[in-house]
């Protein structure tokens, strides 16, 4: 299965910023999901959105899906040092049987 | 919430031996769960699905006969990675999902590390 693409491939920014990751994928899906994965650990699972939502906020975290242009991002709002990890999405393609096709990923390092 | 463990967490052996890797789910059943592969600064790839009681469902690319998956119960599969050569090496990710719940979110294990010699 073709992985999705992520962008940026790495960010840095200053603790108390605003970070932005984005996401796209090449196929229908039924939803996207967000995980981080904190350096040589397993996943943790952040966020879901399904294909008929158009936005959905958890604490700090803010996800938005534009099916047209399937694609979705990730804001990270008032970044803190424990932030950094790399973060990726995931689609649940409509045929996928419940397979997920991650995405490239985005290393996001948080400067205190 | 959903707990996934797996062990080892890392486990160092010889060219040629096999490996044994556990996932359990520890709070709840599934049905289903996935082994997936990680390269340093990469992505996951998925290698295979598992599904309890009949044969896993392996990707494209990869050996079933090197990669032998059993899914005995609702709360444990194991992947074999058999004769390991040091290409072998890598991060090893289970995931599963709960029976109880719709099928939505994986729950992911802390991965095991190997490393063939």
């Known amino acids: 299965s073709q992985q999705g693409e992520e962008d940026p491939q790495a960010l840095s920014i200053q603790e108390g910023e605003n970070a932005t990751m984005n996401c796209s994928y090449k196929t229908s899906i039924n939803n996207l999901q967000w995980y981080r994965q904190n350096s040589g650990r397993g996943l943790v699972h952040l966020i879901l959105i399904r294909s008929n939502e158009r936005e959905k906020h958890s604490g700090r975290l803010r996800v938005t899906l534009d099916t047209s242009k399937k694609s979705s991002s990730l804001l990270i709002t008032a970044s803190r040092a424990a932030d950094t990890a790399s973060y990726f999405c995931?689609?649940?393609?409509?045929?996928?049987?419940?397979?997920?096709?991650f995405g490239t990923g985005t290393r996001l390092t948080i400067i205190p | 919430g959903a707990v996934v463990s797996q062990h080892p967490s890392w486990v160092i052996c010889k060219s040629g031996t096999s490996v044994k890797i556990e996932c359990r789910s520890l709070?709840?059943?599934?049905?289903?769960m996935f082994w997936y592969r990680q390269f340093p600064k990469q992505s996951l790839m998925l290698m295979a699905t598992?599904?309890?009681?009949?044969?896993?469902?392996?990707e494209q690319g990869v050996e079933k006969d090197k990669f032998l998956i059993n899914h005995a119960s609702l709360t444990l599969s194991t992947l074999t990675v058999t004769s390991a050569h040091p290409e072998d090496s890598s991060f090893y990710i289970c995931?599963?999902?709960?029976?109880?719940?719709?099928?939505?979110?994986?729950?992911f294990g802390p991965g095991t590390r190997l490393l063939v010699l």
């Open positions: 995931a689609t649940d393609p409509v045929f996928g049987n419940e397979k997920l096709t």
């Open positions: 598992s599904n309890e009681g009949s044969k896993a469902t392996y």
């Open positions: 995931s599963a999902s709960d029976l109880k719940t719709y099928q939505e979110t994986q729950y």
């Open positions: 709070d709840f059943q599934a049905t289903t």
